[in-house]
């Protein structure tokens, strides 16, 4: 049973915690959190490691362990990673707020009866867990965010969707461009990252526009099912 400092700071998780959310050893969570690849809340940190992480933490691990998974350098994982939490809110990358359309929006209702931020995803993740029977752990749903990368150069932002078809997820037609990537060589810690020269397919030179097409492969990661994972893997762990 939880102990009343634990409930108070349940939105807060032990790097054991994160490396059983995220998948990754405990070894590489410390590793990366010392190279400060994944936020750390202030005063979080102890002998130059964290004691504790935040929900954005948590997030950074999952999606950094499912790139890892995908065939990139843990280092370079990383470095992706912090370039898109530049840009994302991974709050809204987990993709919850889907849940709470109808006819689930009681969820909402519970939230704020509870004093609870309904823009926190750790928060609504709960929630959709006690009140809520449209909630699918390790389930991926319309909207879910993906990240695309062809040849190991151009990245693209995307997400899943039906398009037409009533039960058919498939990747939207309607990506967006975000990075062309340079030095992405197995055993090499050596990454720049270029940002794309316009987001819209339409105003991208040729290059870009090729690359969806005439690849001869493609690393595609689920970001928002990696995040909702996470949050399940610790979840179930502390109902144990």
Not at 52 to 60: I, K
Not at 90 to 95: D, V, Y
Request: one cysteine or more; aromatic letters at 8%.
């Amino acid at each position: 049973m939880a102990t009343r400092d634990q409930e108070a700071n349940r939105d807060c998780f032990s790097t054991t915690e994160a490396a059983i959310g995220s998948g990754l050893s405990s070894r590489n969570v410390m590793y990366l959190c010392s190279k400060g690849l994944v936020p750390v809340p202030e005063g979080g940190a102890g002998k130059g490691n964290p004691r504790r992480l935040a929900y954005e933490g948590l997030a950074y691990l999952a999606v950094i362990s499912a790139f890892y998974n995908a065939g990139l350098e843990i280092y370079l994982a990383a470095r992706l990673v912090n370039e898109i939490g530049d840009e994302a809110d991974f709050h809204r990358l987990a993709n919850l707020h889907s849940y709470l359309s109808h006819p689930y929006s009681g969820v909402a209702s519970r939230m704020r009866e509870e004093a609870l931020d309904v823009e926190n995803a750790f928060y609504l993740h709960e929630a959709l867990r006690r009140h809520s029977n449209s909630y699918q752990p390790h389930h991926a749903i319309e909207h879910d965010r993906l990240i695309e990368i062809f040849d190991r150069l151009f990245v693209y932002l995307n997400h899943l969707s039906t398009e037409g078809q009533s039960d058919f997820l498939a990747p939207s037609r309607h990506p967006t461009a975000m990075y062309k990537l340079h030095g992405w060589k197995k055993g090499t810690d050596h990454l720049e990252i270029e940002h794309a020269p316009s987001h819209r397919v339409g105003r991208l030179p040729r290059e870009w526009k090729a690359a969806q097409t005439n690849f001869k492969g493609m690393t595609c990661v689920n970001v928002s099912l990696a995040i909702r994972d996470s949050l399940d893997s610790v979840a179930n762990q502390r109902e144990e």
